[in-house]
Every structure is written in structure tokens, then in C-alpha cells.
């Protein structure tokens, strides 16, 4: 029902920033719950951000939280992730995803995005 594509991924300086987007489409955007995982080589895939689907809340892994913002704009039908004061261990895939509800649970999301690497240099 949801198709998700992210963009806005790459090479970064520690310190640096990126901005993260996910385009969507199909039917009922707006109704979905947004989230933005990541998984390292070797690590579980995390939630690091999510939001409502009315916008009204949000969640932030606490190795993120006070660096990474969420935000969507249903009339774009976009979902980005800011990414301020990167660092190292924030490499990863980063991967968009949809649930009916905003959960940390990665398998209540429905739809998945194919994912943007995001490399922190040192």
C-alpha cells in the first residue's frame, strides 16, 4: 500500500550534518506512523526516530536524541530525518519505514524503504 525511497545519504566529517528524505506513495500516507531505523554491520536494525502519524509525537533513540530531529510533511508526502553533530557510530544503512502505529517494534512496520548509507568519517 506504501511505497517508501530514501535519499540524502553520504560521506560525512564528524561533526558534520545530513538530511535524510523519504518519499512516499500509495494510499493513506498520512494515516501511517513514520520511522527511521539504522543497522551496522553486525547490529540489530534500531529505531532511531519516529513519528505519528498526526505529527503530534515523536521518538528519539537516546543516542540520537538532541542531534536527530524528525519531521513529515504530509503534503509532500515526505518524512526526513536532520542529522546534526554526526558521529562515527552513527554509520549505517538508514531505512524509512511505515507502521500503523509509532512502536520501537521492528516488525510492527508494514513497509520499508531500500535504504541509504550514511558513512561518519572520523
Known amino acids: 500500500q506504501v511505497q517508501l525511497v530514501e535519499s540524502g545519504g553520504g560521506l560525512v566529517q564528524a561533526g558534520g550534518s545530513l538530511r535524510l528524505s523519504c518519499a512516499a506513495s500509495?494510499?493513506?500516507?498520512?494515516?501511517?506512523?513514520m520511522g527511521w531505523f539504522r543497522q551496522a554491520p553486525g547490529k540489530e536494525r534500531e529505531l532511531v526516530a519516529g513519528?505519528?502519524?498526526?505529527?503530534?509525537?515523536?521518538y528519539y533513540a537516546d543516542s540520537v536524541k538532541g542531534r536527530f530531529t524528525i519531521a513529515r510533511d504530509s503534503a509532500k508526502n515526505t518524512v526526513y530525518l536532520q542529522m546534526n553533530s554526526l558521529k562515527p557510530e552513527d554509520t549505517a544503512v538508514y531505512y524509512c519505514?511505515?507502521?500503523?502505529?509509532?512502536?520501537?517494534?521492528?516488525?510492527?512496520?508494514?513497509?520499508w524503504g531500500q535504504g541509504t548509507q550514511v558513512t561518519v568519517s572520523s
Open positions: 500509495g494510499r493513506s500516507f498520512s494515516n501511517y506512523a
Open positions: 519505514a511505515a507502521a500503523s502505529a509509532l512502536s520501537v517494534i521492528t516488525t510492527l512496520y508494514d513497509y
Open positions: 513519528i505519528s502519524w498526526s505529527g503530534g509525537s515523536t
